[in-house]
């Protein structure tokens, strides 16, 4: 088993909103082009996702993304197993993102 950090920067510097629709650098672009992969790949024990490096974050994308990592997992606690969120440059958003899905569980 190891671990697997995605840094998303490297995916966009301006994370959008929920959809495709809304634009490039969505929630649900990232989820499945980038996540979803790695998610269902059985050697991969844990995702770090790197928050640093944006422009910022729309609670849209943030909300977006922990809802469909929430359904992958089953549940809030299966996702603080699998996930670990880290951000040196904005350190909030970490936990701003728990605290939603938290409260949307």
Do not use: C
Not at 51 to 62: A, E, H, K, L, V
Not at 74 to 80: D, H, L, Q
Not at 84 to 100: E, G
Request: proline share 4%.
């Amino acid at each position: 088993m190891s671990d697997v950090t995605v840094n998303i920067k490297d995916f966009t510097t301006l994370p959008g909103g929920r959809f495709r629709g809304s634009g490039d650098g969505s929630a649900e672009e990232f989820y499945a082009d980038i996540l979803q992969p790695k998610l269902d790949d059985p050697t991969i024990d844990k995702i770090i996702i790197n928050m640093d490096g944006t422009w910022g974050y729309s609670i849209s994308f943030i909300s977006q993304l922990g809802l469909y990592l929430r359904d992958h997992l089953g549940s809030f606690e299966a996702m603080k197993r699998k996930i670990v969120l880290v951000s040196s440059d904005k350190p909030t958003v970490v936990d701003v993102f728990w605290q939603l899905i938290k409260e949307e569980s």
